[in-house]
């Protein structure tokens, strides 16, 4: 409620200074909320059990240092990272900006964080939580061999992760994106499931394959087929993009990932496709200019599972996710649906094919 308040003062300062001082506040903040539940909420997808369907991705806590009080603001499940074996520091600054004319951001943060290791410390104390914590995993920028690198974070991060995210889409890292051709995907699957291979059942979570919306049809259907070959678990769709559309803040030009409300269409249509390439063979997660209840109630009647938002909070404050949920509750009701996997893909071709 005080938010509309402070964001002035917040957004007066440089977006990275704003958004490491919101880490700092909630790592001071008491631990006196929970995930938003509501039985018709609830849903599992790749064998784990979320409380509700609304996710915070991937970039929001890079070093998994408050997923805790994250979860206490209403999220069925926090995903952290992205997270490279060794620490790195990333793009110069400025390197975030925000678009506030349009809703929007755009960052080459470059997978900036402090490490595997430091992450693994604080997740091994974090035991008793009240959703889904996912890590998402990358490559360092100058890594010799980086399936290899995707191989030792999965050995690394398994133990307490609830699911893994293979992050191959940032447009930050140069080359990376090249790994999600289809015969590179399939070697680095392939890896990373050996890394998992042999592990007691709580220490091999379910891999999930985090894709761009930037992809030709021709690729979203090899790499649908690929994902599905490998077993993986979820596709989350999906990153920033590295498209311009008509865009009104002076920051337009800046090089990087958009995100915020104008990648919504775009995210949108990527989630489509690839919906209509997996035949809802395969669980999907929607990512991208996710700022409502009805955006998305839209993502998951068209196929997605789950939904992660990000950009959002930066203009609609701490209590978004919350407020999501409980809309999505009372769209699945007013509709007669008696949880979110009957809704699921609704109006999607496939579903109604």
């Keep these: 409620m005080l938010y509309p308040l402070l964001r002035p003062a917040i957004h007066a300062l440089d977006a990275e200074t704003a958004h490491r001082l919101t880490i700092a506040a909630l790592r001071l903040a008491p631990l006196g909320g929970r995930p938003e539940r509501d039985p018709v909420l609830a849903c599992r997808v790749a064998g784990l059990d979320f409380p509700n369907p609304v996710g915070l991705a991937a ?10 009080r994250l979860l206490a603001l209403g999220f069925g499940f926090v995903e952290v990272g992205t997270l490279t074996p060794l620490p790195q520091a990333g793009n110069p600054r400025p390197r975030l900006f925000r678009l506030a004319e349009d809703r929007a951001v755009i960052n080459r943060m470059g997978f900036n964080n402090k490490g595997q290791d430091a992450a693994l410390a604080r997740l091994s104390a974090f035991r008793r939580r009240a959703g ?13 061999d980086r399936i290899a690198d995707y191989a030792a974070g999965a ?12 992050n191959i889409s940032s447009p930050n890292t140069p080359g990376l994106r090249a790994l999600q051709a289809a015969g590179a ?23 999930f394959l985090k894709v761009a919306p930037d992809l030709a049809p021709d690729e979203i259907d090899a790499i649908a087929r690929v994902a599905i070959e490998a077993g993986v678990g979820a596709l989350i769709v999906s990153n920033t993009t590295v498209q311009r559309p008509p865009l009104a803040s002076a920051h337009a030009g800046e090089q990087g990932g958009l995100s915020g409300a104008p990648l919504a269409p775009i995210a949108c249509a990527a989630l489509s496709a690839f919906r209509a390439a997996t035949g809802g063979k395969l669980p999907l997660v929607a990512a991208g200019g996710i700022d409502s209840a009805d955006e998305a109630y839209r993502r998951i009647r068209a196929g997605a599972s789950l939904v992660q938002l990000y950009s ?14 409980r809309g999505l509750a009372e769209r699945l009701r007013r509709d007669g649906f ?12 496939v579903a109604a094919a």
């Excluded at 890079?62 to 997923?67: F, G, L, R, T, Y």
């Excluded at 050995?155 to 293979?166: E, N, W």
């Excluded at 008696?338 to 071709?349: C, F, I, L, S, T």
């Design 59 to 68: 970039g929001f806590d890079k070093d998994a240092e408050v997923p805790a």
């Design 132 to 144: 889904p914590v996912g890590v998402n995993i990358g490559a360092n920028k100058d890594a010799a």
């Design 155 to 166: 050995r690394a991060m398994a133990p307490v992760a609830d699911y893994l995210t293979v």
């Design 185 to 207: 995907l399939a070697d680095l699957l392939a890896g990373v499931t050996a890394a998992l291979a042999g592990r007691p059942e709580r220490e091999s979570p379910p891999v």
């Design 312 to 325: 959002a909070l930066v203009y609609d404050g701490p209590g978004l996710a919350r407020r999501i949920a």
């Design 338 to 349: 008696a949880n979110v996997a009957e809704a699921v893909g609704v109006d999607a071709p």
